[in-house]
């Protein structure tokens, strides 16, 4: 599949997702396609091919980028400049936490799983904006919540 094509096939399924959730896909193709393609400040170690596969990372880009667009930025090739990073890690732990929350009601507890793993990394990371490790500590609590309630 060429780039657009994949960026196609996660605009549609983030959006269809993200409108049986009750939320309003205000994102275009465009916007996703330039916030898929931006350089960023970590070295992605995802490709657009597992994200396209991924229903739930689907979901998670669109909603990413829809609430950077709500924080009033604008989707450009430098979005994830270093004043804007602050708001990268915010929306990344808001659409994840929906994400997950879709994960965990479909019952894929290994998707929950590998999401908490991914959180308690997040840690460690020194880009995390020191304001925000409150905010991971609380989803990694509220994972444990629902794996306790779920046994």
Partial sequence: ????????????????????????????????????????????????????????????????????KSYGLKITEKIFSEKNISLIYKAHLEAMKLEIFVAFNEGDKKWVKKRFEDLRSYLTDPNLPKELVTHVLELISLIERLMIKNI
């Fill in 1 to 68: 599949m060429s780039t657009l094509e994949l960026v196609e096939k996660i605009y549609k399924v983030g959006c269809e997702l993200a409108s049986k959730l009750g939320f309003k896909c205000n994102v275009t193709l465009e916007e996703l396609h330039t916030y898929l393609s931006a350089p960023t400040y970590e070295e992605d170690r995802i490709t657009l091919e597992e994200i396209s596969s991924n229903r739930y990372l689907c979901l998670h880009e669109v909603l990413e980028c829809s609430i950077l």
